[in-house]
């Protein structure tokens, strides 16, 4: 039997004997950087605009999280969108949708990975890593399309590809574009750099922020999201600007920085230590992306937050209020460290031999 299982039959009661063991040992057995700090600096649990809200504090947090490979994030420019994004009709949510489905011709009817990898120590319901599955999470952002630069009223949307911290720019809002996405980027057979050999016309960049926080603030599927992410951005602005970062609210324009595809075409380029080497360079440069998104599950969870970094780690926190924030800026995103009585799950959260989410 597993560590990870013996501790998990002691924490839920399958175990005669009495012991303490805690969700923070449960994550540090299977090598999370867990930090044993207060969530919550300040005492009060609610900000007022939090006290209107109801919230769910019975159910488990860890394992509210669905497994997926890829989550990707489509301009939009707007905060609130139609109550299920990937059934508006003409949106590259829902041609997104569509290509996707007539690809998934290796995964089951819910996108798990059709064998679970080889692996000693199993996870935490909640956590999980790219292998454990193809699912597809498509999401509209608040950020605008990079394509607005150049055309007054753009049909090209920019799409944020996570993990894998990347850009792509001048994606038609079509099938055939959402068909172009997916062979390029999406198909789970390729790595973070994307498929060795293309011929499309997508322009593309590594995401060019030390850490990427998504807020959800939809609305429309729920309004608890929408009453939380304005406060929740303005927080994070806050704090972290107080520790000297630079924070954004919309997608930087690249069009003055190389694309990836012309630094993979330079002479004997690898692609994956171009890219490795483009990743490794941000999370020093304390600059933050904060965009609003659509709706991730779990909002009677709201606020709901998620957190990717340059390493292609993705944690998600529930329960979050202004009160959470400065504790999450200083554990989490400068200190890489994970705050266990907020988390939901996250991807690729179990880091052997790393002491923090920003260690290769």
């Not at 956590?127 to 607005?148: M, P």
């Amino acid at each position: 039997m597993s560590v990870f299982e013996k501790l998990k039959r002691t924490f839920v009661g399958q175990n005669n004997q009495t012991n303490s063991v805690t969700q923070d040992d449960l994550l540090k057995s299977v090598d999370v950087p867990v930090i044993d700090a207060d969530c919550r600096f300040c005492p009060d649990p609610y900000h007022d605009d939090f006290a209107k809200m109801s919230i769910d504090m019975e159910s488990d947090l860890l394992g509210s999280v669905k497994p997926y490979r890829r989550q990707v994030v489509i301009s939009t420019g707007k905060s609130d969108w139609h109550q299920e994004v990937t059934e508006a009709d003409g949106t590259l949510a829902a041609f997104l949708c569509s290509a996707n489905e007539q690809h998934r011709t290796n995964s089951d009817s819910t996108g798990e990975a059709s064998s679970a990898p080889n692996d000693n120590k199993r996870l935490p319901s909640g956590l999980f890593t790219q292998d454990t599955s193809t699912r597809l999470s498509i999401l509209n952002g608040s950020h605008h399309s990079l394509s607005l630069h150049r055309y007054p009223a753009p049909t090209l949307e920019t799409v944020i590809i996570l993990p894998d911290y990347k850009v792509i720019t001048d994606v038609p809002r079509s099938l055939e574009g959402a068909e172009t996405l997916w062979k390029s980027a999406l198909d789970p057979a390729y790595g973070r750099s994307g498929a060795p050999e293309r011929s499309d016309t997508l322009k593309s960049w590594v995401l060019p922020y030390s850490c990427l926080i998504l807020l959800c603030s939809h609305k429309r599927r729920d309004k608890r999201c929408a009453i939380a992410a304005p406060v929740l951005e303005k927080t994070f602005t806050q704090y972290l600007e107080r520790e000297g970062w630079e924070v954004h609210t919309d997608l930087e324009d690249l069009s003055s920085k190389p694309t990836l595809e012309a630094l993979f075409s330079a002479d004997n380029a690898d692609a994956e230590s171009v890219y490795q080497s483009q990743l490794a360079a941000l999370p020093g440069q304390h600059r933050a992306l904060i965009l609003r998104n659509s709706h991730v599950g779990g909002h009677k969870f709201a606020g709901n937050v998620i957190i990717y970094t340059p390493t292609g780690t993705s944690v998600w926190y529930g329960r979050v209020t202004s009160h959470h924030v400065e504790s999450i800026v200083t554990n989490t995103i400068i200190n890489g460290r994970v705050l266990s009585p907020i988390l939901r799950g996250g991807l690729n959260l179990a880091r052997p031999g790393c002491k923090t989410l920003y260690d290769w």
